[in-house]
């Protein structure tokens, strides 16, 4: 090998080493891949704190707040620092109709809290996933495909309980990963960082950006219902 093409390989390796993982993501090819972005849903708490602000709980306000802050932190560090498969936008629940309707403009933002232009989808794309971080649609896989998201089914063998559920273009569950282990004081404490469970409220979030990366790159998941 000469001593160009030596040079060569080391600054493509050093460039490697400093690439964040955000980074690497937006490097990577994506035209070989069925999914191009996810879309990842954020809770505003809007109900809770029109009740607690209606009712002057100001404390429990203020913890709310809080509370979602901690979530949304937690959520955007997991997905920034262990998701590289492809581009991840977020986006507030209570934007869920224009998210339904394919109308992205201004509502999908980046983990910095800018506006997300020149995305990779548009209205009537459907190489795309939404997920969130919460309870799954859980019925018989025995049932035909229902476009009922309100009766969705879906098999991942997973078990029961809060975790990261996976919704494709036309927000039907198509599968769901579960926060196994998390209750194991060690495995908790490694991923401080991503874990943030409110003290008074059902408000948490818990790490699900590794496994659900490893399984879109293993291609590991299956499926019950799926368009894409």
């Given at each position: 090998?000469?001593?160009?093409?030596?040079?060569l390989l080391l600054t493509i390796i050093l460039f490697a080493l400093h690439m964040t993982p955000a980074q690497a993501a937006d490097s990577l090819s994506t035209k070989n891949r069925k999914i191009k972005a996810v879309l990842?849903?954020?809770?505003?708490?809007?109900?809770?704190?029109?009740?607690?602000?209606?009712?002057n709980r100001r404390s429990?306000?203020?913890?709310?707040?809080?509370d979602l802050q901690g979530t949304v932190r937690a959520t955007q560090a997991d997905f920034s620092d262990n998701f590289t498969y492809c581009p991840v936008y977020y986006f507030w629940d209570t934007e869920m109709d224009r998210i339904r309707d394919g109308d992205f403009a201004g509502v999908l933002f980046r983990a910095d809290s800018s506006i997300a232009t020149d995305l990779p989808?548009?209205?009537?794309?459907?190489?795309?996933?939404?997920?969130?971080?919460?309870?799954p649609?859980?019925?018989s896989k025995w049932r035909g495909k229902v476009t009922d998201t309100t009766k969705l089914s879906y098999d991942s063998g997973e078990?029961?309980?809060?975790?990261?559920?996976?919704?494709?273009?036309?927000?039907?569950q198509i599968s769901y990963l579960y926060k196994f282990g998390y209750n194991n004081f060690f495995i908790r404490r490694r991923h401080k960082k991503y874990i943030y469970t409110s003290k008074h409220f059902d408000i948490e979030y818990f790490p699900m950006a590794k496994k659900f990366n490893e399984r879109l790159f293993e291609q590991k998941w299956r499926p019950v219902h799926s368009d894409f």
């Open positions: 090998m000469t001593r160009a093409s030596n040079t990842v849903m954020l809770r505003a708490e809007t109900n809770r704190i029109e009740a607690l602000t209606k009712g429990l306000l203020e913890e709310v707040q809080r989808i548009s209205k009537g794309s459907n190489n795309y996933l939404v997920v969130f971080y919460g309870f649609t859980s019925q078990p029961n309980g809060r975790g990261l559920v996976i919704q494709n273009w036309k927000l039907e």
